[in-house]
């Protein structure tokens, strides 16, 4: 592979990874990220991190099964994307939905299994993201490097456990609040309704 292709290459990779970020930018702007923002933000950041972590896993095994090595430049990029956007999930989990209220937050790490999990998965990417630089391989050397480095495949799978469990508890947040504004505008549609009474049966549905 000529060196111009694989720059054309690192740019692909650093367009796609950005992307999702990029749309969520251009959503905030334009006032277009759902009924429940925070929940729509934090779950896309979320997907995204697990997309671009078993990108990076699924390096090693095209390798091995068609015999190319090109990919493998991109491996530490990924890695790198998938710690970044995991530290943006975390972050508007803490600092937007819950203002930074630690006492809840390690009761949520401690009582919900896949909050605990997400979260581990989290600190065992740390270091691999501290280590990730040439400079660290060198100095940890090489067979360390890789023993550390072998974490990435538990993180893989603990990430897998944070997502399956939270949609088997079942991510309806966007849903309800869907709903509820669908129900608003339906009663404010309907003629001889005042703004107070097209307003009561919002008012009266349970905050989640």
């Avoid at 995204?48 to 991109?74: C, K, Y």
């Avoid at 530290?87 to 803490?94: E, R």
């Avoid at 897998?160 to 469990?165: A, E, Q």
């Amino acid at each position: 592979m000529t060196r111009k292709t694989r720059r054309a290459l690192k740019v692909l990779v650093w367009g796609i990874c950005l992307s999702p970020l990029g749309m969520l930018v251009y959503q905030f702007w334009t006032d277009d990220l759902g009924a429940n923002p925070i929940s729509y933000v934090t779950n896309v950041l979320g997907d995204t991190t697990l997309r671009v972590l078993l990108a990076s896993l699924a390096m090693t095994p095209l390798r091995l099964m068609l015999g190319i090595s090109w990919q493998m430049s991109f491996r530490r990029l990924l890695g790198l994307f998938a710690f970044f956007y995991a530290v943006l999930h975390f972050t508007v989990w803490i600092a937007v939905d819950h203002f930074f209220a630690w006492p809840a937050l390690l009761a949520d790490i401690r009582k919900r299994p896949y909050i605990t999990v997400g979260f581990t998965a989290l600190v065992l990417l740390m270091p691999l993201a501290a280590t990730s630089t040439t400079r660290m391989v060198k100095r940890l050397g090489g067979r360390n490097w890789q023993r550390l480095h072998r974490l990435v495949y538990v993180i893989g799978i603990l990430a897998i456990l944070h997502f399956l469990w939270l949609a088997k508890k079942g991510r309806q947040e966007p849903f309800y609040y869907a709903v509820r504004k669908r129900r608003a505008a339906a009663e404010r549609a309907r003629p001889g309704r005042t703004v107070a009474t097209a307003a009561a049966p919002v008012a009266s549905c349970p905050e989640s």
